[in-house]
């Protein structure tokens, strides 16, 4: 007769046996449906896993910068602010003064609205654009950007920006404490390169060297006397004190190239007083293929080719063009200094698909003549003319100026006083 030991010790041994095949089962079953769900996966028929989250983790909120302005004929120096503004943030929020506003408070836009939107909103570091921001922002446009545009700072450069009455345009955001500020970008401002193209005009129209000294001034800020008589001894880009960088260009650039198997498209040109009629061309063709490659050309390229354009083009220079079209979201690389013909040994040092050209631009002549700069790409049959959406020339942005000219040098006048400020009460602010 077995004892009660030999009882429970039967037991025992059963109910291992029975733990251990339950486990072995588990175990099984867990690797079978882990196998088939690496295979789903695998082969591509895996459930989408959208909405699944980990416990005790929430999707991260981005953060809203909002920077106005009135980008009138934008610049690199706008470009920077927004690059900088961009990185104090995921997301960029811009809002662009209206034609009446700047009138108000400024003077008359050289450009309009609808150009100046076109411009902010190609840039590549802009997600978001609100036409016809007002000049100073009231409390009640700050708590809509606030609960409206779920903005969490408003951005401004160093430098002082003073409503007529001579309060600070941004003392209502510093006050809620939503306010961060960026470096000013330095040589170059809207003022500046106006006062390069009045100056044009006065040395085209004029010989009067107190004309010509007060609107070299405008644009030197007094730093460089020795071209007070309004003449630059190269006949061409006037004085700058923009200060070209490696950095700066990386900053501008995307770091990326082309993959092996990529369509580059190519476009070459001035691209003087970067404007709405570029962006709108560069648009066209960066959907021709999948690689933009824009070619600039050098300043005395542009004197010696440009006849038609006359000796004080560009206005900037080449440095200032590069830096213009890189911040274009449609560009991916350019070429600084590209040479005036496209030859075939370029065409096949940058692996060229297409070269394109617009139908607008300063001087069409060259097709017809013997020079002719594409005549590689023609022959090849990789020349394709596009219609250029807007009939915008650089010229187009003098010739305003021109037209004007009165009402912008008043401006100017008024703008160079605080200008002068600045420079003289101006403190190194690290960052940029």
Known sequence: MASDDDSRGGCRNVLEKLANSRYAAAVLLGGLVLGVSVLA??????????????PGRRKKKPVRVYMDGCFD?????????????????????VGVVSDEEIIANK????????????????????????????????????????????????????????????????ALAKKAGRYKQIKRTEG???????????????ERSSGDRHTHSSLQRQFSHGHSPRFDDGKSPHGGTRVSHFLPTSRRIVQFSNGKGPSPDSRIIY?????DLFHAGHVEILRLARAL????????????????????????????????RSLSVLACQYVDE????????????MITTFNVSLVVHGTIAENMDYFVEKSNPYAVPMEMGILQRITSPLDITTSTIIKRIVANHEAYQKRNERKEQ???RYYENKTYLSGD
């Open 107 to 170: 003077g008359p836009p050289v450009t309009p609205i609808e150009e100046r939107l076109i411009m902010v909103g190609a840039l590549k570091w802009v997600h978001e654009v609100i036409p016809n921001a007002p000049y100073a922002i009231s409390e009640e446009f700050m708590y809509k950007l606030f609960n409206e545009h779920h903005i969490d700072y408003i951005i401004h450069g160093d430098d002082p920006c003073l409503l007529p009455d001579g309060t600070d345009a941004y």
């Open 334 to 345: 350019v070429i600084i200094g590209a040479p005036w013909e496209v030859t075939k040994d």
């Open 267 to 271: 476009i070459d040109g001035a691209f």
């Open 418 to 420: 605080s200008e002068r």
């Open 41 to 54: 996966v695998h082969l591509g028929y895996a459930p989408p896993m959208t909405g699944l989250r980990l």
């Open 73 to 93: 004929m934008m610049h690199y120096g706008h470009c920077n602010a927004l690059r900088q503004a961009r990185e104090l943030g995921d997301e960029l929020v």
């Open 289 to 320: 293929g999948d690689f933009l490659l824009v070619g600039i050309h050098t300043d005395q390229t542009v004197r010696s080719f440009g006849s038609t354009r006359g000796s004080h083009r560009p206005i900037m220079n080449l440095h200032e």
């Open 188 to 202: 170059v401002s809207s003022t500046d390169i106006v006062g390069r193209m009045l100056l044009c005009v006065r």
